[in-house]
């Protein structure tokens, strides 16, 4: 019966010391527990902060990026707008371009046309020009021939003068002689009378 009692004493003794071991056990899983939980608040509240943060630099970021769109819509536009212009002012000088090219073709036609009209008009005035030097040779040699003429002529004529002048003052001599005959021969009819 003591020995019963032993055992059942000492059994009793080793439950109470797991008992105890347990207990400690239980305590400090209740500890860890508690860390644990104390962990997961501090991480639940990190994971807040770090959401809000996030959601703080998305909300930047779309507003950066709706920012940036802004920016680069009113840069297209404004780049669209310049090109527009641009376009225009191309438009322009092209048409200016094309403008002063048909100015240019006419005036360089109506040159060409003054040119060969000139050209013709000079071809014109050479050939006169070599007409009139070929008529001036003729009426040159014509003139020496007209003044070797004349001096022929003249020199007949002087001839002919002098021919004419001693036939005249022969005939005059003649009548004169004749008037004298004629005079002594009616002087003894008058007498008679």
Do not use: C
Request: glycine share 4%; aromatic share 0%; hydrophobic share 40%.
């Amino acid at each position: 019966m003591a020995e019963r009692q032993t055992a059942i004493d000492e059994a009793l003794q080793v439950a109470r010391s797991q008992i105890a071991d347990l207990t400690t056990r239980l305590e400090q899983a209740h500890s860890l527990l508690n860390r644990r939980d104390g962990d997961i608040d501090t991480l639940r509240s990190s994971l807040a902060t770090l959401a809000e943060q996030r959601d703080a630099e998305q909300r930047r970021s779309h507003e950066e990026a709706g920012r940036h769109a802004d920016e680069r819509r009113r840069l297209e536009e404004r780049a669209a707008a310049g090109e527009r212009r641009l376009l225009l002012q191309i438009d322009g000088e092209r048409q200016k371009t094309k403008q002063a090219n048909a100015a240019l073709g006419a005036l360089e036609r109506r040159a060409e046309a003054s040119r060969e009209k000139l050209e013709a008009a000079r071809k014109a005035l050479t050939d006169q020009l070599q007409e009139a030097e070929v008529d001036l040779g003729s009426l040159r040699q014509a003139l020496a021939s007209a003044n070797e003429r004349s001096s022929e002529l003249r020199g007949l004529l002087e001839a002919q003068n002098a021919s004419s002048a001693a036939a005249l003052n022969q005939l005059n001599l003649l009548l004169a002689e004749r008037a004298r005959k004629t005079s002594v021969a009616s002087a003894p009819l008058r007498r008679r009378t």
